[in-house]
């Protein structure tokens, strides 16, 4: 089969969406260079007609209906990037069904449903590219299934939600509330209507979930991920991790062990002369141990119109390579040459998640107390009783009568027994409200 | 073709071949469950006949004649880690006649003899891997190859040769003279007993040559990099440059205007926030800039038995997925996947480096100088004569009749200007040694 080109459809023309376009655009010389034809973007669909105006080459229709897309016998790959369940995961397997290979940026479909995704592509022997769904300016999905496969992965751990970094970097840089903060960030169009997602920490978890079935082999059920976001972070506590020279990240944490794993999302202390500590703003990051090459970070944009686009033409670039590569095979023959998830699909392994409860980390504890005499013996007797030793103690100013904090640092600790010490130590008349901890990732100092 | 195995045969089984070796063996089973087949390490050359008991693996043959593992016909692939220029070449030149694929980890052969090697490549569609000759922990060349392919590339700024980013660290770190630390380094490993190719910039060029083929689809004429070494860094200069908020840093800079590019290493002043200013000991990192993506850092080891021997063993990985895939295609079609330097061979096109004296930058000169009145405006006026621009100047301590330096920082100059001002200035009765230029990047403040 001779080609002259390699066509595409795009389904969703929001940000990415015009982001892909732009680029299919204007980096068509140099794309063409690097793959030996035009990727060219033959049809667009959106359910917004209005947006047709906004396509910036005459070689590509418009239309409302994705069926037109899915359906167009000429496409070879489909692009899915209007985001959330439905009909995201239906357009993505009717285009397999149609024999075409898919690439989406979906991060939560990708999370819940990736399964069912994966196994429909893999019978088919078609491809899905989904570079764009983590860290839009980082490719991490290519350097997991390609540039580190020869080491087994021991741990890594992620700045991967741009909105919840920009807020906490505002919050360090100009000492200000969570809340101010939030309604500033959606002044700027850096956090959404409905931030929930960005700053409870789900969208971190459905990309920590995507880069774990990468990286361990294994299916993740996206409900054994603990998860924690950053509204209960106060300008205090950020003031408190600096005296101790540390910075409080959102950070996605995964980890092996045997055949066990620790997947968690949840605000991190941090030395302050890590790599990952002067991550700010919008930026992502990535840390990442292998067992040969050691340590590694890969810092870059994470969202974004053109970060998110480049991956997504990063994943036709990969897919065109491939069918031009492939173009002498027989029809039936499987056209994926890297294994979906990075693991062939019948040698992953389900790892078990370890619950929160079961794992272990240094603490950051501070409690809001009547400042009276008696309380700080009391409270770190709980504390001993529950095996938790403490590292260091900060109370600053006394004010006899009133509520002040007092912040503990611990040595390594059970969560189980750090939960049942402060659910002790809540029920105390002297505690005036919830008592707030953050992990602290390092070693013991 | 029905196949059990990927065969591979290694000749030079020094410190990256050990580690190749090694991660072969001791990541068997996770390499398998990523390609679908195992990559066995069949046949091994070293001319210290003493080396086969350091064989991980039974499975392995020793030889101490090299044409024994080029010409075997059972090995699908050759891997070439004895360095230098020969007989590496000849033995990546009769693989590839042999039809075999080559992998290669010697950054000074192809930055000198890379297009003879890519076309002999091209011409028998076979793939050659050199993602170990830059930075080992970074998987760099597939970055560009692949994960950044639809960007056009439009700077780069790399810390890639460890032995002078240690040299460096411990320099600022201990305010200890370079020679001394120079001798450490040796003592300790982490520079070479001829130490010529690292702290004179030279490895730093060769890779900064592999990695410009890559980013901007061109021939690099070795000679026209400009380089200039570490050697004549003095504490003082890392004292003046921290007052001034910098860090010195050995860097391969690379930057794209039109049809020309700058191509040069040479220590240079960065900011101290930025992120390659904390990129310190032997860690390697690529500062890079996409016109989709934006600003983007890659960071890791530089070198060293395991991250390099990862390096190589994932371009292995790469070539065995490319042959099953393309296990059913004619004998004689190509069987390369994604262009050797990232773009086809015809679509590339030579650019022009240009010569140093044509770029500019922002300058720290370091005088030393008689303390006398008047040789500061003496020196300043000649340099306002050739249109440079002073920013600030630093003159501590008075001892009139006693040498003492005077250190200035310009505004953005060409470096014509500044040599031409300096050749006239190193004359005065009352400089007492030449002056020292470092080159400073980022914006004027």
């Known amino acids: 089969m001779q080609r002259d080109q390699i066509k595409v459809g795009l ?56 069926k037109k897309v899915v359906d167009d016998p000429g496409v070879d790959i489909v692009i899915e990037l209007i985001g959330g369940i439905e009909p995201a995961k239906t357009i993505l397997l009717s285009a397999l069904k149609k024999n075409k290979h898919v690439v989406t940026a979906n991060k939560a479909l990708l999370a819940e ?116 976001g950053i509204t209960q972070i106060t300008p205090l506590d950020i003031e408190y991790a600096r005296e101790f020279g540390f910075k409080i990240k959102l950070l996605a944490i995964a980890k092996r062990r045997g055949n066990e794993i620790e997947a968690r999302v949840h605000p991190t202390m941090i030395h302050e002369g890590e790599m990952l500590a002067s991550v700010n703003g919008v930026f992502n990051a990535i840390y990442l141990v292998g067992n040969a090459l050691g340590q590694t970070l890969f810092y870059g944009k994470g969202a974004g119109e053109l970060p998110t686009g480049s991956a997504v033409v990063s994943d036709l670039i990969d897919i065109a390579r491939n069918i031009l590569y492939a173009s002498s095979f027989e029809p039936q023959a499987p056209r994926v040459r890297v294994p979906l998830v990075s693991f062939l699909p019948q040698e992953r392994k389900d790892l078990r998640i370890k619950p929160i409860d079961e794992i272990e980390s240094l603490y950051y504890i501070r409690f809001m107390v009547l400042d009276n005499p008696g309380v700080l013996s009391h409270i770190s007797g709980i504390l001993g009783e529950h095996q938790i030793s403490i590292s260091a103690v900060i109370q600053k100013g006394r004010l006899a009568g009133e509520t002040v904090p007092v912040v503990m640092m611990t040595h390594r600790s059970l969560e189980r027994n750090v939960r049942q010490a402060l659910e002790t130590i809540d029920q105390l008349p002297y505690v005036s409200e919830k008592t707030l901890t953050i992990r602290v990732e390092g070693e013991e100092t």
């Not at 809340?179 to 700027?188: F, K």
């Open 11 to 66: 389904v969703g023309f929001g940000t990415v969406g015009k982001g892909v376009a732009r680029i299919l655009h204007e980096n068509a010389a140099i794309i063409q260079k690097r793959v030996g034809l035009p990727i060219t973007l033959t049809i667009v669909a959106d359910t917004d007609a209005s947006k047709k105006s906004l396509l910036p080459s005459s070689q590509t229709s418009f239309v409302t209906d994705y």
């Open 113 to 228: 449903h990736g399964e069912e995704l994966y196994n429909k592509a893999n019978k088919m022997g078609l491809d899905i590219g989904f570079e764009g769904s983590v860290a839009g300016g980082i490719p991490i999905i290519r350097i997991l299934k390609e540039g580190l496969a020869a080491n087994q992965i021991e741990s890594f751990y992620g700045i991967i939600n741009g909105t919840s970094n920009y807020i906490l970097t505002k919050m360090t840089e100009e000492k200000l509330p969570f809340e101010s903060v939030l309604r500033e960030a959606q002044r700027l169009g850096y956090a959404e209507a409905d931030p929930t997602f960005d700053i409870e920490g789900i969208d971190t978890a459905h990309k920590l979930s995507i880069l774990i079935t990468l990286a361990f082999g294994t299916q993740v059920h996206f409900k054994d991920i603990y998860i924690e």
